[in-house]
């Protein structure tokens, strides 16, 4: 195991609220991914991390904003929530440099009434 | 926009070797190939990863031509625990390797 821990496992909100969710690695590992995944679908890249305070853009980073102030938190934030974010967040991280495996999280499944 | 082509689904029965190709045609030259594996409700989980020829494991193995515009991921005798996602993926050079862009993945069916 990695040492990956997302938080909350479920949650339930309502159209318009803030949602924070958090991923916690215990390694010290450089690169951080948020990625969501639909019924149906792949694994879509949200933003990702490369160190302390650098992040960058995916896929589908629209509505989306994330923080990493230390080594060890990674946290993506969905400002006023909608009901087209509703699914599942995993979290990965990468256990190397360039061209290591990503090892993935459990996964938050988000509600959004 | 992903870099990989895989199939969308395949079906198989147990026992039966199972390959599942990947298309990967602009991969740059640093580039590896992993391939991960998902479950429904789990997060995906590392398989295999190589650069070129053969590489073979426990798990699996996975035929990379000199080329290196395709891979093959080999599943030797499936069992029903074998029915999941199967991703592959390669690298980002245009961004330090960071942007790591999933294709759509194979639906791997193991029928009894």
């Known amino acids: 195991d990695a040492g990956i821990t997302q938080s909350p496992r479920h949650k339930v909100t309502e159209t318009g609220t803030p949602v924070t969710l958090r991923c916690h690695q215990t390694?010290?590992?450089?690169?951080m991914y948020w990625y969501r995944q639909d019924p149906g679908h792949g694994l879509r890249l949200i933003h990702y991390?490369?160190?302390?305070?650098?992040?960058d853009k995916g896929e589908v980073s629209d509505g989306y904003s994330v923080s990493r102030s230390k080594t060890e938190d990674f946290l993506l934030t969905l400002e006023s929530a909608t009901s087209s974010q509703t699914s599942v967040y995993f979290c990965?991280?990468?256990?190397?440099?360039?061209?290591?495996?990503?090892?993935f999280g459990n996964g938050t499944r988000l509600t959004v009434t | 926009l992903a870099k990989t082509t895989q199939p969308i689904s395949m079906d198989s029965y147990e026992g039966q070797e199972v390959n599942i190709t990947c298309s990967h045609n602009?991969?740059?030259?640093?580039?590896?190939i992993t391939w991960y594996q998902q479950f429904p409700s789990q997060g995906p989980r590392f398989i295999i990863q190589?650069?070129?020829t053969k590489v073979t494991n426990e798990v699996a193995s996975l035929f990379i031509p000199a080329d290196r515009k395709s891979s093959t991921l080999s599943l030797p005798r499936v069992s029903l625990s074998d029915t999941a996602v199967y991703y592959c993926?390669?690298?980002?050079?245009?961004?330090?390797?960071?942007?790591?862009?999933f294709g759509q993945g194979t639906e791997l069916s193991v029928k009894p």
């Open positions: 390694e010290n590992h450089r690169y």
């Open positions: 190589g650069y070129k």
């Open positions: 990965a991280i990468r256990t190397g440099e360039y061209n290591s495996p990503l090892h």
């Open positions: 602009n991969i740059a030259t640093n580039d590896y």
């Open positions: 993926l390669v690298g980002d050079k245009d961004n330090q390797g960071g942007k790591l862009i």
């Open positions: 991390s490369y160190g302390v305070k650098d992040t």
